[in-house]
């Protein structure tokens, strides 16, 4: 089929989406370990937040190199307009995220550790400005869990109901 990404950006897209879902749900789950499991649990988010960014990084790199498939029946304009703003904003909120909380946790003066590595503490702490880091970090990713629903929501909807090839462009395999 002719009007598919290409096999990278489909796997990079799902990818992506699982890295988020481990990110959220790390997150969300942390109540739920032993106390003495709170440091790996608080690593294994920031691990999945930085491959959420980077992840975005290479897909926005990919987007400039191969054009958008061509959406069969085409969308009204407006559509096409909606539906790019959608795209870079949810590239915006999933490079914005990760900044917002890898600053937070340097600023409070904590170690991150990426893949086992410890990156160095390359700003001087400023434990004052954590909380509205750490506010701005949690509002961001709360606006993420609408974006992402109403970009799931959308495909399926074109999928179901308008009967056009939005979803499969994205789908893996052939």
């Known amino acids: 089929m002719k009007n598919r990404y290409s096999s990278l950006q489909i796997s990079l897209h ?20 032993p106390d003495e499991y709170r440091l790996i649990v608080r690593q294994l988010h920031y691990n999945f937040g930085i491959s959420v960014w980077v992840l975005v990084f290479i897909r926005i ?12 029946p085409p969308l009204p ?13 949810l590239y915006l909120l999933f490079l914005a995220l990760p900044t917002l909380g890898f600053l937070t946790v340097l600023f409070a003066g904590r170690q991150i550790f990426l893949l086992g590595w410890e990156i160095p503490q ?14 701005t970090h ?16 959308a495909a399926l909807f074109h999928h179901y109901f308008m009967k056009d090839d939005t979803l499969k462009r994205m789908m893996p395999g052939k």
């Open 61 to 72: 790199l990919l987007r400039h190199r191969f054009r958008s498939p061509p959406i069969t």
């Open 138 to 153: 949690e509002l961001v990713a709360t606006l993420g869990y609408y974006l992402v629903g109403l970009h799931g929501l």
């Open 77 to 89: 304009t407006w559509q096409a307009h909606i539906a790019t703003l959608t795209h870079w904003l």
């Open 14 to 33: 799902w990818l992506t989406l699982l890295m988020i879902i481990l990110t959220y749900s790390v997150m969300l789950g942390r109540g739920y370990f």
């Open 122 to 135: 390359f700003v001087t702490p400023r434990p004052e400005w954590r909380p509205v880091l750490r506010d």
